[in-house]
């Protein structure tokens, strides 16, 4: 395990010995000439590896020229050059630390290859807005900003971007003229997304702090530096977010949203008679509730399905509101578009040119949509194991389920997460992503998030956090500062992301969402299955009115609605909802029929198909519901057609497939079979052995090749000519990428190697190789809360203190490394975590458990300790090493 220390001890020939301080040598250059620390438990702030990867930033910030967002929905600078960003979150206190402790937070984020910073939770009470300035002429903090000042110029001259937020966690006054202060949460979520005194706050602190303060360190504003690349307006808030949470709306901002939802429907349907003929379905059921008047503008926000101050999210089992609820989406939608544009033409006006978002409801198409239709870029958070708390308080016990993402087969894995938030035309960004701790599988996560963002070619990756207070010390859900298991991989990250020594995908997939699809409220999270196709392909939403008539390389219906027209070619054509229009009224076409394919049905009902590789493999017979079924007669007879499934009675088919347009046309498929017509689709277009099989077997491998996920063995294998990885479940049988070969007793984890001369295995001479298992704190406490095995939930009872801990012990197993064929690394150590770096003739080398043996079969036996102030000691090396106590580094030459 891990130890603190003070006197550097080196163990030869069983015998220990103090090194002596006046051995001091240079650093080597690819360390920066700095002696790396990769000890989570040190003073100072760990190095994610030992080698220095600042050489990735492109300083200083603004030689390129600003970011803007390109036509193709990528960023890009002004000199044509691709922006990409891999980028790490400050938060809260951290943020406002001493000059010095910015600087070697800086110092730590540039080693680590990160180029932007999200400077997060700034507007809190103790940060540039506390509550004695509320009300003032000036509110802002001039000390708080001070430090905010200081991150930007430091950050500038690096080449590291500064992405900030405006309204995150504020308090409002009543002193500011805010009705019912008080009663407001941290941000004033929602209202602050349509009241106008809310707005008028926000746009005076954003002139404030954007364009009226010049950074003395600079002697630019906020505004004109180029160091500031994004802008984010607000953090998950809005209506949406208030609808999915049932959050309780107080008044006076309760009875103003509901005066302004009448005016919307006044301005739609006149009166209450012609809403109540809107409303009503095509089953003849009406959501106007009785007593509810345009005229007198009682139509409430809640219906009859929720409590009073609620916004409804269904309704209840006497009226079916189809049409209540998606025009209630549509208001909120064009509240937010307001707000948007409210904004964004105040901030243009005063000459702000960065891209702006704003981050409300990233999981709710409509909300996508008018973020899309209304901002420069898409952001949306990616927590894997996210701590549950109990009764919505932060406060022990917390809740955490404890499995590995790799086994997830819900769509809840980085790569589908990430697309369903992603929409052609506008770029991405994981502005909060991480694996929490406790999770065990952290470092599994990590590899999975690094591979499948550059395969989903994501434009921006902003881990969450980093806490860069001196009282810091433990692992944290979210703090990686001190995790060997996030922390320890981020650097290697920034390396293949940024670099993209995985490759993005050749091909995407396009989700096809039309207007109707977009605000019809029922069935988005159906979807989820869908996405797992993200794990093969890029893939992104596409937004039409009502017509796609484009050339997509494979473009998959969302089916949400029938209110669509598909008439592009290769495309996976079906509709989960029958409807035709957002009220509900319209059934009178299937999706299949308004998009060309006018083929005579058969009545729906279950029956037995032979299948013949397109859904299920050639000759299994498997029953599936029609919805309705296809004339087998009728597609026989055009010879363009070819049936999918033909019922064993030779009355029907499941689907068809027209050989003209390349398209598949179904009339409704469950979650599962949408996901794997898509995957057959795209395999018969492009590649042949990408098919539904991957889901019989749970073996998903990207069109690139380069990315393996085995559900079944929670395993992935990353093989690319510069990148190999191993990563989830290790213990076992042999873990093979193709070109790495790992052997390991520890039975999580990841190992990683990364080329630094862009030469693969065979002939590299300048690489990184690295394995990470678990980390704990110290007293650490956790029980099982319900369930057993997959269903079980834990508590975490106590969070434990420093020391961080990683469990590594010596073992005459431990774990050996193979690459093309010729073992490279075998470390005598179970759990624990280590690196090796080759630089041509000279190897270095880092274990956080003393007394462990490496065998580095093709390393100089010219072996020397390296200590934390640079001290060095001669150590016995004939083929193995015995690590020594408290050693930082070894070297080889």
């Known amino acids: 395990m891990l130890r603190s220390w003070r006197l550097l001890i080196v163990a030869t020939a069983g015998t220990l010995w103090a090194l002596p301080a006046c051995a001091q040598?240079?650093?080597?250059?690819?360390?920066?000439?700095?002696?790396?620390?990769?000890?989570?438990?040190?003073?100072?702030?760990?190095?994610?590896?030992?080698?220095?990867?600042?050489?990735?930033?492109?300083?200083?910030?603004?030689?390129?020229?600003?970011?803007?967002?390109?036509?193709?929905?990528?960023?890009?600078?002004?000199?044509?050059?691709?922006?990409?960003?891999?980028?790490?979150?400050?938060?809260?206190?951290?943020?406002?630390?001493?000059?010095?402790?910015?600087?070697?937070?800086?110092?730590?984020?540039?080693?680590?290859?990160?180029?932007?910073?999200?400077?997060?939770?700034?507007?809190?009470?103790?940060?540039?807005?506390?509550?004695?300035?509320?009300?003032?002429?000036?509110?802002?903090?001039?000390?708080?900003?001070?430090?905010?000042?200081?991150?930007?110029?430091?950050?500038?001259?690096?080449?590291?971007?500064?992405?900030?937020?405006?309204?995150?966690?504020?308090?409002?006054?009543?002193?500011?003229?805010?009705?019912?202060?008080?009663?407001?949460?941290?941000?004033a979520k929602p209202y602050a997304v349509f009241n106008e005194r809310l707005i008028e706050l926000q746009m005076s602190y954003a002139r404030a702090l954007l364009v009226d303060h010049i950074n003395p360190e600079t002697g630019l504003s906020y505004a004109q530096d180029p160091t500031v690349a994004l802008i984010e307006l607000c953090d998950e808030n809005g209506l949406f977010a208030a609808q999915r949470k049932r959050q309780v709306l107080v008044s006076p901002y309760r009875e103003e949203l509901q005066r302004r939802w009448n005016f919307w429907l006044r301005s739609r349907y006149t009166d209450t008679e012609s809403l109540g003929i809107a409303w009503t379905d095509w089953r003849g059921h009406c959501a106007l509730g009785p007593g509810e008047s345009l005229e007198e503008g009682t139509v409430t926000l809640h219906g009859d399905a929720a409590?009073?101050?609620?916004?409804?999210?269904?309704?209840?089992?006497?009226?079916?509101?189809?049409?209540?609820?998606?025009?209630?989406?549509?208001?909120?939608?064009?509240?937010?578009?307001?707000?948007?544009?409210?904004?964004?033409?105040f901030l243009r006006d005063r000459g702000v040119q960065q891209p702006i978002t704003a981050v409300t409801d990233f999981e709710c198409i409509p909300d996508l949509r008018s973020v899309h239709d209304g901002l420069d870029f898409i952001g949306m958070n990616y927590y894997y194991d996210h701590p549950v708390l109990k009764d919505g308080r932060w406060r022990l016990p917390m809740y955490f389920v404890n499995h590995t993402p790799l086994g997830d087969t819900d769509g809840d894995s980085f790569a589908p997460r990430v697309a369903m938030s992603a929409f052609a035309d506008r770029p991405i960004v994981a502005r909060e992503w991480g694996v929490c701790w406790p999770n065990k599988f952290r470092a599994a996560g990590m590899v999975e998030a690094i591979?499948?963002?550059?395969?989903?070619?994501?434009?921006?990756?902003?881990?969450?956090?980093?806490?860069?207070?001196?009282?810091?010390?433990?692992?944290?859900?979210?703090?990686?500062?001190?995790?060997?298991?996030?922390?320890?991989?981020?650097?290697?990250?920034?390396?293949?992301?940024?670099?993209?020594?995985?490759?993005?995908?050749?091909?995407?997939?396009?989700?096809?969402?039309?207007?109707?699809?977009?605000?019809?409220?029922?069935?988005?999270?159906?979807?989820?299955?869908?996405?797992?196709?993200?794990?093969?392909?890029?893939?992104?939403?596409?937004?039409?009115?009502?017509?796609?008539?484009?050339?997509?390389?494979?473009?998959?219906?969302?089916?949400?609605?029938?209110?669509?027209?598909?008439?592009?070619?290769?495309?996976?054509?079906?509709?989960?909802?029958?409807?035709?229009?957002?009220?509900?009224?319209?059934?009178?076409?299937?999706?299949?029929?308004?998009?060309?394919?006018?083929?005579?049905?058969?009545?729906?009902?279950?029956?037995?198909?032979?299948?013949?590789?397109?859904?299920?493999?050639?000759?299994?017979?498997?029953?599936?519901?029609?919805?309705?079924?296809?004339?087998?007669?009728?597609?026989?007879?055009?010879?363009?057609?070819?049936?999918?499934?033909?019922?064993?009675?030779?009355?029907?088919?499941?689907?068809?497939?027209?050989?003209?347009?390349?398209?598949?046309?179904?009339?409704?498929?469950?979650?599962?079979?949408?996901?794997?017509?898509?995957?057959?689709?795209?395999?018969?277009?492009?590649?042949?052995?990408?098919?539904?099989?991957?889901?019989?077997?749970?073996?998903?491998?990207?069109?690139?090749?380069?990315?393996?996920?085995?559900?079944?063995?929670?395993?992935?294998?990353?093989?690319?000519?510069?990148?190999?990885?191993?990563?989830?479940?290790?213990?076992?049988?042999?873990?093979?990428?193709?070109?790495?070969?790992?052997?390991?007793?520890?039975?999580?984890?990841?190992?990683?190697?990364?080329?630094?001369?862009?030469?693969?295995?065979?002939?590299?001479?300048h690489w990184v190789l690295k394995m990470v298992t678990i980390a704990l704190n110290d007293g650490e406490q956790k029980s099982l809360h319900v369930g057993e095995r997959e269903r079980a939930i834990f508590a975490l009872d106590a969070p434990g203190q420093a020391p961080v801990l990683t469990l590594g012990r010596p073992t005459a197993s431990g774990t050996t490394v193979e690459l093309a064929g010729r073992q490279v690394a075998s470390v005598g150590m179970v759990n624990g975590s280590w690196e090796i770096v080759r630089d041509g003739g000279a190897w270095y080398v880092y274990c956080d458990t003393p007394g462990v043996a490496l065998t580095l079969p093709d390393a100089p036996h010219n072996a020397t300790a390296w200590g934390d102030g640079g001290e060095t000691a001669p150590v016995e090396f004939a083929g193995t090493l015995t690590w020594p106590a408290g050693a930082h580094m070894v070297v080889l030459r």
């Open 451 to 765: 591979a499948t963002a550059a395969l989903q070619d994501v434009d921006a990756m902003i881990l969450f956090t980093y806490d860069i207070r001196p009282q810091a010390r433990r692992l944290d859900f979210f703090d990686v500062s001190r995790d060997p298991t996030r922390w320890g991989l981020a650097a290697l990250g920034a390396r293949v992301f940024l670099r993209r020594d995985v490759a993005e995908s050749e091909h995407q997939i396009d989700v096809g969402y039309s207007t109707v699809d977009s605000y019809y409220r029922d069935g988005e999270r159906t979807l989820a299955q869908l996405y797992r196709a993200a794990n093969v392909a890029a893939m992104r939403g596409l937004f039409f009115d009502e017509t796609w008539d484009g050339d997509s390389d494979l473009m998959v219906a969302s089916g949400l609605s029938s209110g669509a027209l598909y008439a592009g070619r290769r495309a996976v054509i079906s509709a989960e909802q029958r409807a035709e229009d957002l009220l509900n009224r319209r059934h009178q076409a299937t999706l299949a029929e308004k998009s060309g394919y006018p083929v005579a049905t058969v009545p729906a009902g279950r029956m037995m198909f032979e299948w013949g590789g397109t859904l299920l493999s050639p000759g299994v017979r498997a029953e599936r519901e029609t919805h309705p079924g296809f004339s087998l007669r009728a597609i026989d007879a055009d010879p363009n057609y070819r049936p999918i499934g033909r019922s064993v009675d030779g009355t029907r088919a499941f689907g068809l497939r027209d050989m003209r347009r390349n398209t598949w046309v179904y009339h409704a498929l469950d979650p599962q079979d949408k996901l794997r017509a898509a995957l057959d689709a795209f395999g018969q277009l492009y590649d042949e052995r990408i098919s539904h099989r991957y889901v019989d077997t749970g073996r998903f491998v990207s069109e690139t090749r380069e990315i393996v996920r085995d559900e079944e063995a929670e395993v992935l294998l990353v093989n690319t000519p510069t990148f190999q990885a191993v990563a989830g479940a290790l213990e076992g049988p042999e873990r093979a990428t193709g070109r790495m070969t790992v052997r390991t007793s520890s039975s999580i984890g990841a190992v990683c190697w990364l080329s630094l001369d862009d030469r693969g295995p065979e002939d590299s001479r």
């Open 307 to 345: 409590q009073p101050g609620q916004i409804a999210s269904s309704m209840g089992t006497g009226t079916h509101g189809d049409g209540r609820l998606n025009d209630l989406a549509l208001f909120m939608a064009s509240v937010h578009r307001e707000y948007f544009a409210e904004m964004t033409a």
């Open 25 to 187: 040598v240079e650093p080597p250059a690819l360390m920066g000439r700095r002696l790396p620390n990769l000890d989570p438990n040190a003073e100072g702030l760990p190095d994610s590896s030992l080698v220095d990867l600042s050489s990735l930033l492109d300083g200083p910030c603004g030689k390129r020229g600003i970011v803007f967002t390109g036509r193709d929905g990528n960023f890009y600078f002004e000199d044509g050059t691709r922006a990409r960003f891999w980028g790490i979150n400050v938060a809260k206190e951290s943020v406002f630390q001493p000059p010095e402790r910015i600087d070697e937070a800086i110092d730590a984020i540039a080693r680590a290859g990160f180029n932007l910073v999200r400077l997060h939770h700034i507007d809190d009470v103790t940060g540039l807005l506390p509550p004695e300035r509320a009300g003032s002429a000036e509110p802002i903090d001039p000390a708080k900003l001070a430090a905010v000042d200081h991150w930007i110029a430091r950050c500038g001259e690096r080449g590291i971007y500064v992405y900030l937020d405006l309204l995150d966690f504020r308090t409002f006054y009543e002193r500011e003229g805010v009705p019912n202060a008080d009663a407001l949460d941290r941000a």
